[in-house]
């Protein structure tokens, strides 16, 4: 560790009971990734030399998400949770000499900015010995509650079950979210923290009246209650889900990208869309999706870790799975999935068709209701389907089979045999016409 550097210790270990869940708090996911992945990527937006996560005991999970999202990151196990400062105090391994600003993030915070982060370095980067990001809530139930001196300067931080009447009135509320001038004074003041309050738990917030006391410099950075909000429930945690797809449009839309109804279209924390992209109602796009310049998004349509290429058009109601890779000018269309294939340039998939395990040559076309079976019930094989190659509807290309370039496949055809380029391949039986038939048939019928 550099000694100036800024190191961030995130708080990771409640259980969320208030979930009503088996699964920890900070894994619920927000826009298609767990809480904790947002203040990960918050602190690596804001240029945090140094990362540490707090987990509980069982928590591999959550050490997972922390390792994978940040290789450098360390893991601390917090034994039993005894509130803040005890939390805080399990990644000692991490702060104890660390000569740099140290700074207590949270978990369940997934709307946090960089930006913030970023403010909250540099108040302690100018002199300021402790900072802590407050907001002005409505309803301040709940919350601690900021004490100040006759100058508007901080000099203690309030729970609210040892708050007084008149200190429950005060509207302006601690986020959690503080910094400390180096490790050093956190190291200091957490050695002088007890546990004399209602809860009987070691309150991190104590440390604010403890280093007025020393005399040193406490500081008030305030936030947007909107991002610094914990979530304690799934009705919050819907709410914040609300507040990341809002920020997620509005950041496209100011990229170049045309959302018709945003309120309908659904983003992903990792969503890249081009600038002149169409998309119309409904949408949903997972993790791990791209989409190019000048694409077109009918309305109805659901992606996951799917590429789409520049002027492609996609929809209404279609599905891409993972691994589809729209080149550029395709088409896509209305009840079509694509799965871990390729669709070169120019080729068509217009309507009614399964295409998985497969590659699409340049300027192909693909009939209405083609299947290419992809699974013999144990293992996935592979269809190629040449450049140019005319695919009739409702045939059924069983892999492993190659369909030559500029090869045609007759409708209704089952192909389970590689197709030479150029060639026509026919599987239908004749067509075998019975003259007067019906007419016979309905005088059959009215006799009964």
Same mark, same amino acid.
């Given at each position: ?121 540099? !108040? ?12 002005? %809530? ?30 429950? %009135? ?7 979210? &503080? ?21 009987? !738990? ?33 009705? !919050? ?6 507040? &990341? ?17 945003? !309120? ?185």
């Amino acid at each position: 560790m550099t000694q100036n550097s800024v190191l961030a210790i995130i708080l990771a270990a409640g259980k969320g009971t208030r979930m009503k869940s088996d699964i920890p708090k900070v894994m619920h996911s927000i826009a298609g990734a767990p809480m904790l992945v947002h203040v990960l990527n918050a602190t690596k937006g804001a240029a945090v030399g140094e990362i540490c996560v707090v987990v509980g005991p069982g928590m591999d999970e959550v050490a997972g998400v922390a390792k994978g999202a940040n290789p450098q990151s360390q893991v601390f196990t917090q034994g039993e949770q005894r509130g803040t400062a005890d939390a805080v105090k399990a990644a000692q391994g991490a702060f104890v000499g660390f000569g740099g600003p140290v700074i207590i993030l949270y978990g369940d915070t997934p709307l946090l900015r960089a930006e913030t982060i970023g403010q909250l370095s540099r !108040e302690l980067a100018n002199g300021a010995d402790i900072v802590v990001v407050a907001f002005e %809530a409505d309803d301040p139930t709940g919350y601690g509650r900021l004490l100040l001196d006759e100058r508007g300067r901080l000099v203690a931080i309030r729970e609210e079950k040892d708050a007084s009447e008149e200190e429950r %009135a005060i509207k302006l509320c601690n986020s959690g979210i &503080m910094g400390f001038r180096s490790g050093k004074t956190l190291t200091d003041l957490l050695s002088r923290i007890g546990n004399a309050n209602a809860k009987g !738990e070691f309150y991190l917030t104590d440390a604010i009246a403890l280093a007025k006391a020393d005399g040193l410099d406490t500081h008030k950075l305030r936030g947007n209650p909107d991002e610094v909000l914990g979530v304690n429930s799934r009705a !919050e945690l819907a709410q914040a889900e609300a507040a &990341m797809q809002q920020r997620l449009r509005g950041k496209v839309m100011a990229e170049g990208a045309t959302l018709v109804a945003p !309120e309908t279209v659904f983003l992903s924390h990792d969503t890249r869309i081009g600038k002149d992209v169409l998309i119309e109602p409904n949408v949903i796009i997972g993790p791990g999706v791209v989409i190019e310049d000048g694409a077109t998004i009918r309305g109805f349509c659901h992606f996951v870790e799917a590429h789409i290429g520049t002027k492609a058009e996609v929809g209404p109601f279609a599905r891409l799975r993972p691994g589809a890779d729209l080149g550029p000018s395709t088409k896509v269309g209305n009840f079509v999935e694509i799965k871990n294939s390729e669709i070169a340039e120019g080729a068509k998939v217009p309507h009614l068709t399964y295409v998985g395990d497969s590659s699409v040559g340049v300027r192909a076309n693909i009939g209405a209701g083609t299947i290419t079976c992809n699974y013999d019930g144990v293992a996935k094989h592979r269809t190629e389907i040449g450049a140019g190659a005319f695919i009739g509807s409702n045939s059924s290309l069983v892999a492993p089979v190659k369909i030559g370039e500029g090869a045609y496949v007759g409708s209704g055809s089952v192909i389970s045999k590689d197709v030479a380029p150029d060639a026509l391949a026919l599987t239908r039986t004749p067509q075998e016409e019975r003259p007067g038939w019906a007419a016979r048939f309905r005088k059959r019928r009215d006799r009964k």
